[in-house]
């Protein structure tokens, strides 16, 4: 039995190889000049070098031409699935022009390089999927009423990953590849009038006016004016304005955000409600908040937080070597967990006027994959890891996971390594020092 198993074997290879060569003979016999030193190679070694390959690249080496079809055609190919079929796909749609590949379906679209993503056939039906883009999650605890489309405001300034990997697209491999730098600019401004008197968060909230500001600007507008700051601004309202504007670096994309708040003058306790209720988001990690005394003067609050207006408040624990808290400076300072510089200033005296500016850069990378290194490291919240979880993770029969006193050794642990020594990778400070210090690859 067995011997008439190998002796099948053979049989079946010297077929194939007697197939290969003759495929090989009609490639070299036509017109068509040769440039490639892989064809000379010997069909044996083709062979040996197609059955070390992965399944998405055997199928995206027969592709290349009719002999190397023809010789994996005869392998037994797998129907491609799952991280397969991703990989294969989106390096298949760099040698088709006018296509793209959608990590929502796993297919191959259409794409009009002449429109941005949001306006291409597929997008309206496209869902979500893992990191698929960042929202901004404002950690709002409301002592003020704000207009009440203030949330749509915030919504604009989302980033979606198709839109980053389309721009990209066409800077690695050409127009026809992706889209416009220009289709992730983004521009808001509303403007009202915000009554910062009595604390509403322990008060019977007013009823919401169903209405839109006229001051409201609609998206579609939003390129018709140059300089928003120049425009009046209406007697005690206030105006908040927000732009975003990419740029390609080192093959890395960059987006910076910024947001100017602009308003009449108000005193440091008026001024922490609203710092406090519009909770503008840095990144995923980290957002701008207040302390007023109007909810805390009774809670055992440090008294430094209570004086720091604005107060950079993690989402997460953020602690040093030594197991203590790390502070965030409130003017200027980076994540330690994505690679998101900013700076805040605010100016309670020009003008006679209220002016709170946030500038705030975003290294994302080469957006190649949504598990890309630094897109995942800016789309993710790392939660805080209880102790109870950290425990969890420890192998008791290893004896590296305790200290000298037999105790559990915390710092040694996979998951608080990972919280402590991300920073190391995001290189805190470069997308600042890049935005402002380095020219683009290429210009809006």
């Known amino acids: 039995m067995y011997q008439n198993t190998r002796t099948y074997s053979r049989r079946r290879r010297s077929q194939r190889l007697i197939e290969a060569e003759k495929s090989k003979k009609r490639l070299w016999d036509s017109t068509e000049p040769i440039h490639l030193p892989i064809l000379s190679f010997p069909t044996e070694i083709l062979l040996l070098v197609i059955s070390h390959l992965p399944s998405p690249w055997q199928l995206s080496f027969g592709l290349t031409c009719r002999l190397f079809s023809e010789l994996t055609r005869r392998t037994s190919l797998p129907r491609l699935e799952g991280e397969d079929l991703v990989e294969f796909l989106s390096t298949l749609q760099r040698d088709i022009s006018n296509m793209y590949f959608c990590y929502c379906c796993n297919k191959l679209r259409t794409l009009d390089p002449n429109l941005d993503y949001k306006n291409q056939a597929h997008t309206e039906t496209a869902g979500a999927f893992r990191n698929s883009r960042w929202v901004p999650h404002p950690t709002n605890t409301f002592h003020i009423e704000l207009p009440p489309y203030f949330p749509f405001f915030f919504f604009d300034t989302k980033i979606s ?70 425009l009046p601004r209406r007697e005690n309202a206030w105006r908040f304005l927000f732009r975003s504007i990419p740029k390609i670096i080192d093959d890395e994309l960059l987006i910076a955000r910024f947001y100017t708040l602009t308003g009449p003058p108000v005193s440091q306790e008026q001024l922490k409600k609203l710092m406090e209720s519009t909770s503008i988001p840095i990144c995923s990690h980290l957002t701008c908040s207040a302390f007023p005394y109007c909810c805390y003067l009774m809670r055992s609050i440090p008294k430094r937080y209570l004086r720091c207006c604005p107060f950079i408040q993690p989402t997460s624990s953020y602690r040093d070597d030594d197991g203590k808290r790390i502070k965030f400076d409130p003017e200027r300072d980076s994540c330690l967990l994505c690679s998101t510089d900013y700076y805040i200033s605010v100016d309670l005296e020009t003008n006679n006027e209220t002016t709170i500016k946030f500038s705030i850069y975003h290294r994302l990378g080469s957006c190649r994959s949504p598990s890309d290194k630094l897109w995942n490291y800016f789309v993710n919240p790392h939660p805080e890891v209880s102790r109870q979880i950290l425990i969890r993770d420890v192998d008791l029969s290893d004896a590296s996971g305790f200290d000298t006193n037999g105790l559990f050794d915390f710092e040694n642990i996979p998951s608080a390594q990972e919280i402590r020594s991300r920073h190391l990778e995001v290189d805190p400070g470069v997308a600042r020092r890049k935005w402002h210090e380095e020219a683009p690859d290429e210009k809006l």
Do not use: Q, W
Not at 168 to 194: A, K, N, Q
Not at 206 to 229: H, V
């Open 161 to 230: 990953f198709m839109e980053a990997n389309l721009v990209m697209s066409r800077h690695f491999h050409g127009f026809s590849h992706g889209t416009s730098l220009r289709g992730l600019e983004r521009c808001s401004v509303l403007e009202d009038v915000i009554e910062l008197g009595k604390c509403i968060r322990f008060c019977h909230r007013p009823r919401i006016k169903k209405y839109i500001s006229e001051d409201y600007m609609d998206p579609e507008t939003k390129f018709l004016e140059e300089n928003f700051e120049a």
